[in-house]
Every structure is written in structure tokens, then in C-alpha cells.
């Protein structure tokens, strides 16, 4: 049985250091707003827009409309990681100041920002590969979500997302990584200038088609059993809510077997860190998104 452990509130500087590793490894928290919740079941109100202006004459009577609502329930998520490491390798770190621990719980922080995408997107557990409980609603297990196979122009590609979409505004698009150095190898034929030199190859927020452009192995499920095929995902990422329940917290566990090995932390002159956080999402509309997948086989 696991003895007392120390959780310790991460320092500000820390905090500073490890909080925008979430962004920079989720295409959702870079491209949807960040709200925080509480740990009570938060319900959004969505409301469909129907008005429209009434010509009247004088004299007339006015007609009205009804408004259309509806509700959609956030989707509390619990994500953890844990890392064993000797007591040998602690000493070193005070002692040399090697920052091993801060690298260790910088990982740590980045693998909780892509569970984020694993979670609201494709409904996969990082660590195990498999499919989530029902109950964690993803967007592309939607019903309405638009779809778009890959045909043989990159052009035709993109023109057919954007048809898919005429009836929304949308204000983003996420890339595969494998995508986005697709795109950015099409050339102008006169002049063998890029067609878009602005898409982003790492994770920092970039353009596309005057939309902002996110990529990340995370929009194609890198880690998933079964490949996905997913290429990009066009849509208005407003429609995406998120934010964290509880901050992120560093734990520093010394006895017991907490990630259940059936290897005791003590007897092995091992301690073990844990970041831990709970995040909740909501996809109010899956309609306002389109996938673009690969053809079947490729």
C-alpha cells in the first residue's frame, strides 16, 4: 500500500515554462479560446439564429420568430502520467542542477496537451491506442461532420472542404504533419514559388488561405491502433470549448507501487513523478467542421 506521498504546487516560473507546452503540442488549444471551468457538469446554451428582417407595411401586422436552442453538456476529462526515475538520478539533478527533472515533467506536460486533441478529436486513450468510453463525445465521431476524400489535386482538395462549409463561417484549419509539408511542396509553375509559403511545419499558429492554420501529428492520430487517415480538419474552431477543471499539479511519490508494476518505489531506491490535470470539452456543432481523409488504402 502507497505510504504518504508530497504533491507540490508548481512555482510560477515553472508554471510559465510548462503551461504553454499544452498549446504548443494540442491544435485545439491553439486554435480554440481557453475557459476555465469548474468541477460542476457545465451545460452550453447554443442558439441557432432564424431571424430575419421583415419588410412591413404601414399599418401591417409584425411577424415573429422562434428561437432555437439547444443544449450540449461539457465532457470532464482526468489525464495523468507518471515517470519513474532512481533516486541516483534526483541527486544528480539537485546536486549538478542537470534540469533532468524539469525536462522529465516538461514531457509530462506536453503528453497531457495532446491527450486534449487524442480526447476531443478521435476518442483515443494516448496511452493505451484504444477507443474511449461513448460518453467522451470526439468530433470526428460526430453526426454532421462533413467529409471530403482525398482526390488527386491538392487544390480540389481544399476547394471542396471550403464547399462543404459554405453554409458556415469558419476561422481555422489543423494539418497533419505529413499534410502540411504535402502543401508546402506545390510550387508555382512561371516561378517555382511556393503556393503556400505561410503553412506552419511546427507548432506555432500559423496561415492558410487567410484562415489560421495549426499542424500536429495530433490531427491525424499518430498513436492510434488503427490509422485514421485524417489529412486536415477545415472548420470553426470556436465551436470547440474548452478548459481546465483543476490547474495542472506536479506530484513527487517516493513509496508504494503507484502506476501498479508490482515494483515498490522504496525497495527499489526509485521515486516516481506525476503531473496530473482535469480538462473539460464541448463540440457544440460538428456540422460546422469538414475532414479531409485519405482514400481507402493509401
Known amino acids: 500500500m502507497a505510504g504518504t506521498t508530497s504533491k507540490v504546487k508548481l512555482p510560477r516560473s515553472v508554471v510559465t515554462e510548462l503551461l504553454p507546452k499544452v498549446k504548443d503540442n494540442s491544435v485545439i488549444a491553439t486554435l480554440c479560446a481557453n475557459k476555465p471551468q469548474t468541477f460542476n457538469e457545465n451545460e452550453t446554451i447554443v442558439f441557432t439564429p432564424t431571424a430575419e428582417a421583415e419588410v412591413v407595411e404601414e399599418g401591417a401586422k409584425k411577424g415573429s420568430y422562434e428561437i432555437a436552442t439547444g443544449f450540449v453538456s461539457g465532457v470532464r476529462v482526468k489525464v495523468q502520467t507518471t515517470t519513474r526515475v532512481t533516486e541516483e538520478l534526483k541527486w544528480a539533478d539537485e546536486d549538478d542542477r542537470l534540469e533532468i527533472i ?15 486533441d487524442y480526447v476531443a478529436i478521435h476518442g483515443i486513450n494516448p496511452a493505451t491506442k484504444a477507443a474511449l468510453a461513448a460518453k467522451y463525445t470526439h468530433l470526428t465521431g ?4 462533413h467529409e471530403v476524400v482525398s482526390g488527386a489535386s491538392e487544390t480540389d482538395n481544399i476547394d471542396a472542404m471550403l464547399e462543404a462549409l459554405i453554409d458556415w463561417d469558419f476561422n481555422g484549419i489543423a494539418l497533419s504533419r505529413k499534410y502540411a509539408s504535402d502543401l508546402r511542396k506545390l510550387r508555382v509553375p512561371s516561378t517555382m514559388a511556393r503556393l503556400y509559403p505561410e ?3 511546427n507548432l506555432e499558429v500559423g496561415s492558410f488561405e487567410g484562415l489560421r492554420a495549426a499542424t500536429s501529428a495530433t490531427v491525424n492520430g499518430r498513436l492510434a491502433k488503427t490509422p485514421t487517415g485524417i489529412r486536415a480538419i477545415m472548420g470553426n474552431f470556436d465551436l470547440i470549448k474548452w478548459g481546465m477543471v483543476r490547474d495542472m499539479t506536479a506530484e513527487i511519490i517516493e513509496y508504494g507501487d503507484p502506476d501498479q508494476t508490482g515494483v515498490d518505489l522504496k525497495a527499489n531506491g526509485q521515486i516516481a513523478y506525476r503531473t496530473q490535470a482535469v480538462f473539460s470539452y464541448g463540440i457544440l456543432d460538428a456540422g460546422g467542421f469538414c475532414v479531409l481523409r485519405d482514400k481507402a488504402g493509401e
Open 102 to 116: 524539469s525536462n522529465i515533467q516538461a514531457d509530462q506536460a506536453g503528453a497531457i496537451g495532446r491527450a486534449l
Open 142 to 145: 460526430m453526426e454532421g461532420i
Open 199 to 201: 503553412i506552419p511545419l
